[in-house]
């Protein structure tokens, strides 16, 4: 299993990035994916998820009517559309995929540093 993250950059605040996550090895079908995100001396926080059907969201509140996430199924890949960026949106963003039956197991991907200037 791999997942690999991208689109990460720096940006003025008000700015917008679109984060990719692509997986192999594993099916949406099976997995909820999202996005975590960590900056240095503080836990890593979720930020966005979507259930394996697409039929779930799941935003913190900081990032709700800013943030989109979204899937292509048929190409393994979640996106995070990140709109009206902030300056403590700063971090480095982790994507996710999480068994959604059975044994719980979870998968990420190596991160992809957002910086938001003011």
């Known amino acids: 299993v791999q997942l690999q993250a991208s689109g990460g950059g720096l940006v003025q605040a008000g700015g917008s990035l679109r984060l990719s996550c692509a997986a192999s090895?594993?099916?949406?079908?099976?997995?909820?994916v999202g996005w975590f995100r960590q900056v240095p001396g503080k836990k890593r926080e979720g930020v966005s998820c979507i259930s394996s059907n697409n039929d779930r969201t799941y935003y913190k509140d900081s990032v709700k009517g800013r943030f989109t996430i979204s899937t292509d199924n048929a190409k393994n890949m979640v996106y995070l559309q990140m709109n009206n960026l902030k300056p403590e949106d700063t971090a480095v963003y982790y994507c996710?995929?999480?068994?959604?039956?059975?044994?719980?197991?979870?998968?990420w991907g190596q991160g992809t540093q957002v910086t938001v200037s003011s």
């Open positions: 996710n995929a999480r068994t959604v039956t059975g044994l719980i197991v979870d998968y």
């Open positions: 090895g594993i099916s949406f079908d099976d997995y909820a």
